[in-house]
């Protein structure tokens, strides 16, 4: 686990590096380890490479390279071969179990992974890499990642090692590049505890919005890394941390010692998961048979007919939101009632929900099992005068300019301010900075 600051490498500081001497002197110690181990291949995750919202890339050219002329040291230059068996030897494993990564052709070197190979090539001068980009799919499927790039090596008897580059906080500092976050510290100090003590199941556990807030670049780099070591106890080594220029620089190294059984800890995530995600709530249980039945056979259920009155017989506005591994994965609805009865509105509104979300793509069977459902039942919007009057946690807002309205549920994770709630509600309309706009806020009841 190492950063990729430009800056710790001598010709870009031209003697600023010093400040993090530090971080340099664990480098040189991890580039030394690196060595001593005579892998035949390093493989990198790197924030910098491709990156996809739904894909992960694997570095498909013969060949690669790169220089840091973008920070003004073009002299310093890499060119690197990549192993593309154990590459191809990825893409097979993942076609067969469906999972969402490839090789890509790009002749191109990132200095996420430039950085680290600037360390590692003055004891190593030479190996074959390959470089494999994140992706903003959730956690699990990075580490998932992972366990099929662990699979590919042993299927090979390839000797490997990983290195998983990423920064921590951008917000550790006011002088720093990107200011100061409260979430900041915390992220470094939290992820400098799970790393150090090789507790790499805590990594599925950061909230998504906490790393947003966090401004760190490198969890699902780390996330990746420890997939390669699903079932295996590592010794894990604390070499530093530093936060001078206002960015974490964190460094650790994770050697396997003993084998266990494969896939042990992520087939009990995914029971968990799954038992997580049941529910005895009618509402829930109602959206739930809907888009399991609608995925399915491609059937839209009719009313049950033993539902309660509730369902049965009052109107209301409802969402209906997808959740897959703590991710988004669709949400529509109606904030006043379209339908005769509550029931309706949950069944039309989920099968939307499942297919029609236009930041997503369809729900596939593949998935059913992992969804989590929530139902949100609204109050009428009442007009009101003030945005004093709102309250993110317990009232949603409606925010309307023209025949633009934008609309944002109560309680959502990450939006903690009025005038967060606000802003998200009016990008949604595309309600712009100087337009004019009136206010209306609701209720909700949720069913989990």
Request: glycine share 6%; proline share 4%; hydrophobic share 35%.
């Amino acid at each position: 686990m190492v950063p990729h600051p430009p800056l710790i490498i001598p010709e870009v500081g031209k003697g600023s590096e010093h400040q993090v001497d530090k971080t340099i002197l664990s480098y040189q110690e991890i580039a030394k380890e690196i060595a001593a181990l005579k892998p035949e291949t390093i493989i990198i995750s790197s924030p910098h490479a491709e990156y996809y919202s739904d894909y992960f890339y694997i570095s498909g050219s013969n060949r690669v390279s790169g220089n840091f002329s973008s920070f003004g040291a073009s002299r310093v230059t890499f060119a690197e071969e990549i192993d593309i068996e154990l590459a191809k030897e990825i893409e097979r494993i993942a076609k067969k179990e469906d999972f969402p990564c490839g090789c890509i052709e790009d002749e191109t070197l990132d200095h996420g992974t430039m950085v680290p190979l600037y360390f590692i090539r003055k004891e190593l001068p030479k190996c074959k890499i390959i470089i494999v980009g994140l992706s903003t799919l959730p956690l699990i499927d990075n580490y998932h990642f992972g366990m099929i790039i662990k699979e590919a090596v042993n299927k090979l008897n390839k000797k490997v090692v990983f290195v998983s580059s990423g920064d921590l906080s951008h917000k550790l500092q006011e002088y720093g590049p990107y200011g100061f976050s409260k979430e900041g510290p915390i992220y470094d100090e939290r992820i400098i505890d799970t790393m150090s003590k090789a507790k790499f199941n805590e990594l599925l556990e950061y909230e998504e919005y906490f790393l947003e807030k966090a401004a760190e670049c490198g969890h699902r780099s780390f996330t990746i890394m420890a997939g390669t070591l699903d079932g295996l106890d590592v010794n894990s080594k604390f070499l530093s941390h530093e936060d001078i220029t206002g960015v974490g620089y964190g460094i650790c190294s994770f050697i396997p010692k003993e084998k266990n059984k494969e896939r042990e800890f992520f087939n009990k995530y995914i029971k968990k998961i799954i038992a997580n995600n049941q529910s005895k709530d009618e509402y829930v249980n109602l959206a739930k048979k809907t888009i399991n039945t609608f995925i399915k056979d491609n059937k839209k259920i009719d009313v049950p007919k033993e539902l309660s009155k509730e369902l049965l017989n009052n109107k209301a506005g409802v969402f209906v939101s997808i959740h897959k591994f703590g991710q988004l994965r669709g949400c529509i609805g109606t904030f006043l009632p379209t339908t005769s009865s509550i029931a309706e509105e949950i069944i039309n509104n989920a099968i939307s929900a499942s297919i029609n979300d236009p930041r997503f793509p369809a729900i596939t069977e593949n998935e059913l099992d992992y969804l989590n459902i929530n139902v949100d039942v609204l109050s009428l919007p009442t007009h009101i005068s003030s945005k004093d009057e709102l309250d993110p946690k317990k009232y949603g807002v409606i925010v309307t300019s023209g025949n633009k309205k934008g609309l944002l549920l109560p309680d959502i994770d990450g939006v903690d301010t009025i005038e967060e709630q606000i802003n998200i509600a009016k990008n949604k309309a595309g309600i712009y900075k100087d337009e004019k706009y009136e206010l209306e806020k609701f209720e909700v009841i949720r069913h989990e």
